[in-house]
């Protein structure tokens, strides 16, 4: 089964959490992990939440702020109901192979990393590959650790789901019923598409934002007033330069060769815009940007 639009997921059961005490297990508690069982207590005080990660000042914290119950280890994930992966791409390569060999028969595990190939291929033979559901939630800020966590951040936004007919039905619902619950919208893709498509307006993004702030930063050093003439425009612009380099490094390695073929594509754009400049053809300049003005309409018509 593939499907290819966006729907709205019509439950054939009332809510799976409603059920009291569900055990829901969170390894990586950041700002994506954070977020999801923020959303996840809001809609189900009664659920029992319980963070792993690596870094033990993120564990603390999350309990301090109350983005997670208490602390568990992998062996406690026999008991899970629930377990969501939200670590660095390249660690969910390992990690997710070791949560499906120790889950029982009636756990939903996913993964909401920003590459979906090498993660599918990574529980492609997997026993419990079943029991697994590969998503990418297209939501975030440029903010790290629990304590960027949001309550409501998914509100709204879509969730990439990639091979659903390789998790099992009443899994898929469990999951389903949930993001459905969080507010996202769902569309279904293969891995591939996935991450060809998040190269041109998400991976881009992000370097186009670090080597424009890089431009600016080195200029700084010879110019000391240039940032104090770096207004809303200049911010928003590079907002992106921000992110964690621990969570981008791993995704532009996964995705290496999508993102060097959008570069190229842009690295062309630009060029071409210089040409444009240096030849003083401002009519084609003109032209270029009344081209792509219809943006606008586009990120207009998706917010609908
Ligand atoms: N940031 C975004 O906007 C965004 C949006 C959608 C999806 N994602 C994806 O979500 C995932 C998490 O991103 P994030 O923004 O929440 O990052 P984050 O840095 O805020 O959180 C990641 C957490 O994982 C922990 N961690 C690292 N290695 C671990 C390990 N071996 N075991 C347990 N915990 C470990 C870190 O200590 C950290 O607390 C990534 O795969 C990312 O690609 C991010
Ligand atoms: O809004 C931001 O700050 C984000 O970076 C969110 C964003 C994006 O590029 O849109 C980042 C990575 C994702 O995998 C999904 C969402």
Redesign the pocket.
Known sequence: MTKSNIDTFQASAPSPLERAGERIYVIGIGLIGGSMVLDIKSLHPEAKIYGIDTNESHLQEAIALGVVDAGATFEDLIHADFVIVSVPVDVALTVLPKVLDVIGDNTIVFEVG?TKTPICEAVANHPKRRNFIAT?P?????FSGPSAAIKGLFQGKTNIICEVEKTTFKLQEKALQLFSDMGMRIRYMDPKSHDKHIAYV?HL??ISAFMLGKTVINKEKDEQDIFDMAGSGFESTVR?AK?SPAMWTPIFKQNRKQVVKTLDEYISNLSKFKELLENEDYEAIYNEMQSVNKIKEILNGMKK
Do not use: P
């Not at 297209?138 to 440029?142: D, F, N, R």
């Open positions: 920003s990418h297209i939501a975030g800020t440029e998400s993004s992000h992106l992110s």
